[in-house]
C-alpha cells in the first residue's frame, strides 16, 4: 500500500485513531482527522496528533474532497455521515486493523467471539514466547496492530472485535480461532445473526494454507467449518469423529493435528471455570497450528494467571470472597463467571444497557444467587427481566452496591461484580470499574 503524499482521512481519534494517524503520518500521508467530540480528552489530546487538518465536533462531508481513503476507528459505527459519504464517493474505507495487517510481515494469528477473547490471545501470545519467539500481542484488547510493524515479530497474535472485522479487505490471518457466539453489541447490529456474521469474516481470506481454530460445541460457532477454506482445527469437550481435533481426556487435553497426536497435561491449569477448559483448547489449538512443541504449550498453562478483572480475586474480608469480573460486559460471560464461583453468590450488575436479552440469567440466578443488586443506567430493565429469580434491589452507584454487599453477607458466600454490560455510564472502561471494585473491597 503505498501511502506517500496520499491525503487520509482518520475518523475517530481514540487509541486506534490515533495509532493509524501517526503510522499513516509516519509514511507521508497528508492527514485529515476527525472526530465527533467537541474536546478531546486528556488521553486523546490533540497535541498527541500528527501534523495535519483537525475537525471536531460534527461531521461534513465536504472535508472528504480530496481523500483517497479512509481508516476508519472501529467504535465508528458504517452509518456515520462520513463512511456513508465516503463509500457513495466509491473511496476505500478500511480501519486500524486491515492497515497494520498490510505492512506486518509476521504471521498473524486472530482471535474473535464475544467471550474469552483477551484471554485467549494472551494465553498464546505467552506460548509463543515460551516458544523463543519474537511475540507482538495486541488489537482490540490494547495495543493497535499497526504498532506491530515497528517491532518486527516473528509472530502476531491479536485479538479482533466485530467493529474491526466489518471494515477488513484483505486482512488474512494465519491462524483465525472463533470461540463462541452470544448476544452483544444489539445496539449496533439489528440481530445475533448480523453480529455473527461480522465475527464469521475473520475467515473471509483465508485458504488452504491457513488454519481456522473452531469451537464445535458452540451451535453458532461449529456451522461455519462448512463454509471456510482454511484447514479446521475444532477444539471441545468430547472426543470428536474427525480431526484435526482437540478433546478433554482426564486431567489433559488430547489432541490430533493430522501431523502428531498427543496430550497437553491440565494439572498445574490455575484458570477456574469450564469455560475456561475451552479457551485454553482454544489457546492450544493455534499453539499447535504455528507448530510449537506440546511439553512448551504445557509448560506455559502452567505459569498463566489470567488477565486483571476477569474472574480475578480480591481477597477475603470476614470470610467472603471478593471476585472482580467487571470484564464481564455481556450476558453470557456472567453466565460463565457464575458457573466458576462457589454459592451463595451476591452479584452485582449493571451499567449501559447493550440491548441483549436478560432473561439466559434467569436459570443461573435462581440457582446461585442469593441477592442481585443491580446498579447505573441498565437497572430498570434489567430488574423487570429478571424479576421472581431471586432477591433484587437497585442502587445508585458501585460504592453503594458493594456497601450493601458487605451488609447482606456471611461467612462462606461469593460477592462477584459481573456486570453484564458496558462501563460506560459511570466508569472509564472496564477496567476503571474492576480498580474502584477493588479499591471499595480493600476498604471495608
Not at 475467515?203 to 463454509?227: M, S
Not at 479446521?232 to 488430547?254: Q, Y
Not at 496430550?263 to 479457551?279: D, E, F, K, S, V
Request: net charge neutral; aromatic share 6%; glycine share 10%.
Amino acid at each position: 500500500m503505498k501511502l506517500e503524499q496520499k491525503r487520509v482521512m482518520v475518523i475517530g481519534l481514540g487509541v486506534s485513531g490515533r495509532a493509524a494517524a501517526r503510522f499513516l503520518a509516519a509514511r507521508g500521508a497528508r492527514l485529515v482527522m476527525t472526530d465527533r467530540r467537541e474536546t478531546l480528552t486528556a488521553d486523546n489530546s490533540s497535541d498527541r496528533l500528527p501534523d495535519g487538518s483537525v475537525y471536531l465536533g460534527r461531521e461534513d462531508p465536504a472535508w472528504l474532497e480530496g481523500v483517497e481513503l479512509v481508516v476508519v476507528s472501529p467504535g465508528v459505527p458504517l452509518s456515520s455521515t462520513l463512511v456513508a459519504a465516503a463509500r457513495a464517493a466509491n473511496i476505500p474505507v478500511i480501519g486500524e486493523l486491515e492497515l497494520g495487517s498490510r505492512f506486518v510481515t509476521a504471521p498473524i494469528v486472530a482471535v474473535t467471539g464475544t467471550n474469552g477473547k483477551s484471554t485467549v490471545t494472551i494465553l498464546i501470545a505467552e506460548i509463543c514466547r515460551a516458544a523463543g519467539r519474537r511475540t507482538f500481542a495486541g488489537g482490540n484488547l490494547g495495543t493497535p496492530l499497526v504498532e506491530a510493524v515497528a517491532m518486527a515479530p516473528e509472530v502476531a497474535v491479536v485479538e479482533v472485535s466485530s467493529y474491526q472485522l466489518e471494515t477488513i479487505m484483505r486482512f488474512k490471518p494465519a491462524v483465525a480461532v472463533h470461540l463462541n457466539l452470544t448476544d452483544d453489541h444489539l445496539d449496533r447490529y439489528r440481530d445475533r445473526a448480523e453480529y455473527g456474521r461480522a465475527k464469521a469474516r475473520i475467515f473471509e481470506n483465508q485458504d488452504a494454507g491457513d488454519w481456522a481454530i473452531l469451537n464445535r460445541d458452540d451451535p453458532e460457532v461449529w456451522p461455519l467449518a462448512a463454509a471456510v477454506r482454511a484447514r479446521v482445527f475444532s477444539f471441545g469437550l468430547e472426543r470428536p469423529g474427525r480431526t484435526p481435533a482437540l478433546w478433554r481426556e482426564a486431567d489433559a487435553i488430547a489432541f490430533d493435528d493430522g501431523a502428531r497426536r498427543g496430550t497437553i497435561g491440565l494439572r498445574a491449569m490455575r484458570l477456574p471455570g469450564a469455560h475456561n477448559l475451552l479457551n485454553v483448547m482454544a489457546a492450544a489449538g493455534a499453539a499447535l497450528a504455528l507448530g510449537i512443541a506440546p511439553a512448551t504449550i504445557e509448560g506455559a498453562l502452567g505459569g498463566f494467571q489470567g488477565l486483571p478483572h476477569r474472574l480475578e480475586m480480591v481477597g477475603e474480608k470476614a470470610g467472603v470472597a471478593y471476585i472482580d469480573d467487571s470484564k464481564g460486559t455481556n450476558v453470557g460471560a456472567v453466565v460463565e463467571a457464575l458457573a466458576a464461583v462457589r454459592a451463595p453468590v451476591v452479584l452485582i450488575a449493571g451499567g449501559v444497557d447493550k440491548l441483549g436479552a436478560y432473561e439466559p440469567l434467569r436459570g443461573p440466578l435462581a440457582a446461585k444467587v442469593k441477592l442481585l443488586i443491580l446498579i447505573g443506567a441498565a437497572r430498570a430493565r434489567m430488574s423487570a427481566a429478571l424479576a421472581g429469580t431471586t432477591a433484587i434491589e437497585c442502587v445508585a452507584t458501585l460504592a453503594e452496591a458493594v456497601a450493601l454487599a458487605a451488609r447482606r453477607t456471611q461467612v462462606g458466600d461469593t460477592v462477584l461484580l459481573s456486570p453484564a454490560c458496558a462501563s460506560f455510564d459511570q466508569f472509564k472502561d472496564y477496567a476503571e470499574r474492576g480498580r474502584i471494585f477493588q479499591e471499595l473491597v480493600r476498604a471495608l
